[in-house]
Antibody, heavy 122, light 106 residues
Framework: QVQLVESGGGVVQPGSSLRLSCAAS????????MHWVRQAPGKGLEWVAV????????YYGDSAKGRFTISRDNSRNTLYLQMNSLRIDDTAVYYC???????????????WGQGTLVTVSS | VVMTQSPATLSVSPGERVTLSCRASQSVGNNLAWYQQKPGQAPRLLIY???TGATGIPARFSGSASGTEFTLTIGSLQSEDFAVYYC?????????FGGGTKVEIK
């Protein structure tokens, strides 16, 4: 069965960096578009970034542009999110999610990890 | 695209029929998904393409659309359906979610 397991979260100070990982199993990772979505404590969902199956195409939400980098290692079946210049408002649970639809524009999410909590605090 | 969900909270009794609304600020076609999220859990896909039930989702969950207005209907609310529900559009970038509707026990 499809499994996505995030790791790398923790407590960091404002301005610092953190790299999140998402280990995928149960499907052919290298053929799927992958996303990061986050959720601040007690708040709604916010889309963060997307990456194409081969890693060449990436797109970011406004809050991530210029600070976050999405990447993947298909040989390790792992998705990454490098987060730099972290701010207090980046505090959230970060989920990796798999694009569900086969069609190009079908960016709904059919599988989610359990999330990893990032807390940015001084 | 701004997605607006209403109401923010809905108090209902088990067995009742529930209707949740989601409005898009501009046309998103039928590129709309619904998710259910329970406390401490990741979201779960319920509906995609506005109408299509995801794999394994009970038939009591259904989606409909009229222009920029989307509706998630739960035919007869079960105890396990008390949760927060989110809509999400994937017509335009950036992808955006609604603020959620919490369905609580009356």
């Amino acid at each position: 069965q499809v499994q996505l397991v995030e790791s790398g979260g923790g407590v960091v100070q404002p301005g610092s960096s953190l790299r999140l990982s998402c280990a995928a199993s149960g499907f052919t990772f290298s053929t799927y578009v992958m996303h990061w979505v986050r959720q601040a404590p007690g708040k709604g969902l916010e889309w963060v970034a997307v990456i194409s199956p081969d890693g060449t195409n990436k797109y970011y939400g406004d809050s991530a542009k210029g600070r976050f980098t999405i990447s993947r290692d298909n040989s390790r079946n792992t998705l990454y999110l490098q987060m730099n210049s972290l701010r207090i408002d980046d505090t959230a649970v970060y989920y990796c999610a798999r694009k569900g639809g086969a069609a190009t524009g079908s960016h709904w999410f059919d599988s989610w990890g359990q999330g990893t909590l990032v807390t940015v605090s001084s | 695209v701004v997605m607006t969900q209403s109401p923010a909270t809905l108090s209902v009794s088990p067995g009742e029929r529930v209707t949740l609304s989601c409005r898009a600020s501009q046309s998103v076609g039928n590129n709309l998904a619904w998710y259910q999220q329970k406390p401490g859990q990741a979201p779960r896909l319920l509906i995609y393409d506005a109408f299509t039930g995801a794999t394994g989702i009970p038939a009591r969950f259904s989606g409909s659309a009229s222009g920029t207005e989307f509706t998630l209907t739960i035919g007869s609310l079960q105890s396990e359906d008390f949760a927060v529900y989110y809509c999400q559009q994937y017509e335009k970038w950036p992808l955006t979610f609604g603020g959620g509707t919490k369905v609580e026990i009356k």
